[in-house]
């Protein structure tokens, strides 16, 4: 963070102090906090940083933003200090020129935030997102990591309900976007698809008039969003042969995945280290956005060339005997499917089977136990030898799956689940590992093979 005065943090988040000082650092958790920051009190679920404003002056911050007075040290008074941060964040962000990329939709964006900033990073010095930044508290912590030396930044963008993505959004300020597409993730809350493509574009919300959206024209929402929008969109697909730049003559082999991109009349070969269509996806918005932001075809080559997924996210490493894709990051119906896509494309070794291991997807609300029965119809034609199950509404997976012909195991107990695939599996099988976060799949891995 570049250095601001204390009065202008002040007269952005709507309050006073007396203090003169230059402010190098925005802290909302004293265990990180440096000497000279301001301290921002902000409430959660589990704590309220009030309790901590004492502590932060300790380790020296200058200043606190806080709801209340604290008694015997200076605080800026707001009514909200989770706008603030928005609000303090958003001044920030305005003080730089930069291309800045707003990325969000129900599957993919941090692969396609991944990506988009490798591209980027070819030409220009980019911020991007780190880990799970995506919420109120995590984008301004991004935003206020620029500095003199960036020329870009990439910001992704999660939301559970509507009005959050517009928030962000106008903390950001995109100057081009990506909606990856709609899915059924927070449905709960949204209620329908068509809900959560209103929520997505809320991105729109920070963008100037001639800020153009790229979006994903396989998906059945976002095919229709050209026409009905009065601004410059952009598509990228691999069905949707009229997309703008589209992927064709796509070949998987050895874990990697060559393709050619159409746009403007122009072929242009892609090589990606990894599988799976939605991976296609992913990197035609990539290079989308590169081609957009100045980049050349050879440097955005040479950067999708370069990419390495998440250690649960996709990555495909040798464990013991068996090939393993762990997957256990996150998890909604179309994630389920790209995943089981990719065991089916992944080549077993010495007669090896294909092993699906997948737990719940959570925030399904009353759709819940449909879609996991769909998952379970697709399991078949993922030519999954085996299917083990792990959770609650998984139960749903199973049953369809078997209907299907597959060979099911379910089980809500960890312990069973590791205790069966040790019997279960031998040496050259592939196994998925795929459900939403809070299954924590991760420790079936371990109790498998071994903390890494």
């Given at each position: 963070?570049?250095?601001?005065?204390?009065?202008?943090?002040?007269?952005?988040?709507?309050?006073?102090?007396?203090?003169k000082?230059?402010?190098?650092?925005?802290?909302?958790?004293?265990?990180?906090?440096?000497?000279?920051?301001?301290?921002?009190?902000?409430?959660?679920?589990?704590?309220?940083?009030?309790?901590?404003?004492?502590?932060?002056?300790?380790?020296?911050?200058?200043?606190?933003?806080?709801?209340?007075?604290?008694?015997?040290?200076?605080?800026?008074?707001?009514?909200?200090?989770?706008?603030?941060?928005?609000?303090?964040?958003?001044?920030?962000?305005?003080?730089?020129?930069?291309?800045?990329?707003?990325?969000?939709?129900?599957?993919?964006?941090?692969?396609?935030?991944?990506?988009?900033?490798?591209?980027?990073?070819?030409?220009?010095?980019?911020?991007?997102?780190?880990?799970?930044?995506?919420?109120?508290?995590?984008?301004p912590?991004?935003?206020?990591?620029?500095?003199?030396?960036?020329?870009?930044?990439?910001?992704?963008?999660?939301?559970?309900?509507?009005?959050?993505?517009?928030?962000?959004?106008?903390?950001?300020?995109?100057?081009?976007?990506v909606?990856?597409?709609?899915?059924?993730?927070?449905?709960?809350?949204?209620?329908?698809?068509?809900?959560?493509?209103?929520?997505?574009?809320?991105?729109?919300?920070?963008?100037?008039?001639?800020?153009?959206?790229?979006?994903?024209?396989?998906?059945?929402?976002?095919?229709?969003?050209?026409?009905s929008l009065?601004?410059?969109?952009?598509?990228?697909?691999?069905?949707n042969?009229?997309?703008?730049?589209?992927?064709?003559?796509?070949?998987?082999e050895?874990?990697?995945?060559?393709?050619?991109?159409?746009?403007?009349?122009?072929?242009?070969?892609?090589?990606?280290?990894?599988?799976?269509?939605?991976?296609?996806?992913?990197?035609?918005s990539?290079?989308?956005?590169?081609?957009?932001?100045?980049?050349?075809?050879?440097?955005i080559?040479?950067?999708?060339?370069?990419?390495?997924?998440?250690?649960?996210?996709?990555?495909?490493?040798?464990?013991?005997?068996?090939?393993?894709?762990?997957?256990?990051?996150n998890?909604?119906?179309?994630?389920?499917?790209?995943?089981?896509?990719?065991?089916?494309?992944?080549?077993?070794?010495?007669?090896?089977?294909?092993?699906?291991?997948?737990?719940?997807?959570?925030?399904?609300?009353?759709?819940?136990?449909?879609?996991?029965?769909?998952?379970?119809?697709?399991?078949?034609?993922?030519?999954?030898?085996?299917?083990?199950?792990?959770?609650?509404?998984?139960?749903?997976?199973?049953?369809?799956?078997?209907?299907?012909?597959?060979?099911?195991?379910?089980?809500?107990?960890?312990?069973?689940?590791?205790?069966?695939?040790k019997?279960?599996?031998?040496?050259?099988?592939?196994?998925?590992?795929?459900?939403?976060?809070?299954?924590?799949?991760?420790?079936?891995?371990?109790?498998?093979?071994?903390?890494?």
């Amino acid at each position: 963070m570049e250095k601001i005065l204390l009065s202008d943090i002040a007269r952005t988040v709507g309050g006073t102090i007396d203090i003169k000082s230059e402010i190098g650092e925005i802290s909302t958790d004293t265990r990180q906090l440096i000497a000279g920051s301001v301290f921002i009190a902000i409430r959660g679920e589990r704590f309220d940083g009030h309790d901590y404003v004492a502590k932060a002056f300790e380790k020296g911050a200058v200043a606190a933003i806080t709801e209340k007075q604290i008694e015997n040290y200076p605080c800026i008074i707001v009514n909200d200090t989770r706008k603030a941060f928005l609000d303090l964040a958003r001044y920030y962000r305005s003080l730089f020129n930069i291309i800045l990329v707003g990325v969000t939709g129900s599957v993919g964006k941090t692969t396609t935030k991944e990506m988009i900033a490798l591209v980027l990073s070819e030409k220009y010095n980019t911020l991007k997102t780190e880990g799970n930044l995506n919420n109120e508290i995590g984008l301004p912590k991004t935003l206020l990591g620029i500095n003199k030396s960036h020329k870009a930044a990439v910001i992704e963008m999660g939301m559970s309900d509507f009005g959050e993505i517009e928030r962000l959004s106008n903390t950001a300020i995109p100057t081009i976007s990506v909606i990856t597409n709609i899915g059924f993730s927070h449905i709960e809350n949204l209620k329908t698809q068509e809900g959560i493509l209103k929520a997505k574009l809320e991105i729109l919300s920070g963008m100037s008039p001639d800020a153009p959206l790229v979006v994903n024209a396989d998906d059945r929402l976002l095919s229709t969003v050209k026409d009905s929008l009065n601004r410059r969109v952009l598509t990228y697909g691999i069905e949707n042969k009229t997309a703008d730049y589209y992927a064709k003559n796509i070949y998987e082999e050895n874990n990697g995945t060559i393709f050619t991109v159409k746009y403007q009349d122009r072929d242009v070969e892609v090589s990606l280290p990894c599988i799976g269509r939605h991976n296609v996806l992913n990197a035609l918005s990539a290079f989308c956005i590169g081609i957009n932001s100045g980049i050349s075809e050879e440097e955005i080559i040479n950067a999708l060339k370069k990419y390495k997924p998440d250690e649960l996210r996709q990555n495909i490493v040798k464990k013991g005997e068996q090939t393993v894709i762990i997957d256990c990051y996150n998890a909604s119906p179309d994630s389920m499917k790209a995943s089981l896509s990719v065991l089916l494309q992944v080549k077993a070794e010495n007669n090896g089977r294909k092993v699906a291991v997948l737990g719940d997807m959570l925030e399904l609300g009353e759709m819940s136990r449909q879609l996991h029965e769909n998952v379970g119809r697709f399991t078949e034609m993922a030519d999954v030898d085996m299917l083990f199950t792990y959770g609650y509404d998984s139960v749903y997976i199973a049953e369809k799956a078997k209907e299907s012909g597959v060979s099911v195991m379910h089980t809500d107990d960890k312990a069973k689940l590791v205790n069966e695939l040790k019997t279960y599996l031998k040496a050259g099988d592939v196994v998925l590992f795929k459900g939403s976060r809070g299954m924590r799949l991760e420790e079936v891995i371990d109790g498998l093979y071994g903390i890494n």
